[in-house]
């Protein structure tokens, strides 16, 4: 048993880093919780597994920063199911309006 854990677990550097994002994307747990158990479990390069979980957190953004940037508009709807007040525009926005709307769904 120790040495399956040992092949998938026992390095921190070989453990598939979506283990560490799905962490960080849990309501539950966030930051804090992957920094605490790797503290705990590789004490000797935390750095360096911070710093590349870090670095891999980026560029998941950008990834996604640069594929949101293309979605086209036609004809009112999106290829992303967003509510139009969530989309980036320059116009003031009318908080009365919104939290109607949201007093009217609850």
């Given at each position: ?45 935390v ?13 998941l953004?950008?990834?996604y ?9 036609s004809?009112?709807q ?19 309006e ?8 609850w």
């Open positions: 048993m120790r040495e399956k854990y040992n092949k998938y677990w026992g390095d921190a550097k070989k453990i598939n880093f979506l283990v560490y994002l799905a962490n960080i994307f849990d309501p539950r747990h966030k930051m804090e919780f992957v920094n605490f158990g790797v503290k705990f479990l590789f004490p000797d390069i750095a360096d597994v911070m710093k590349t979980i870090d670095k891999e957190l980026h560029c953004f950008d990834e920063s640069s594929i949101s940037e293309k979605v086209v508009v004809e009112g999106s290829s992303i199911p967003t509510k139009d007040w969530l989309r980036k525009s320059k116009d003031p926005i009318n908080l009365d919104y939290v109607a709307e949201l007093r009217a769904i």
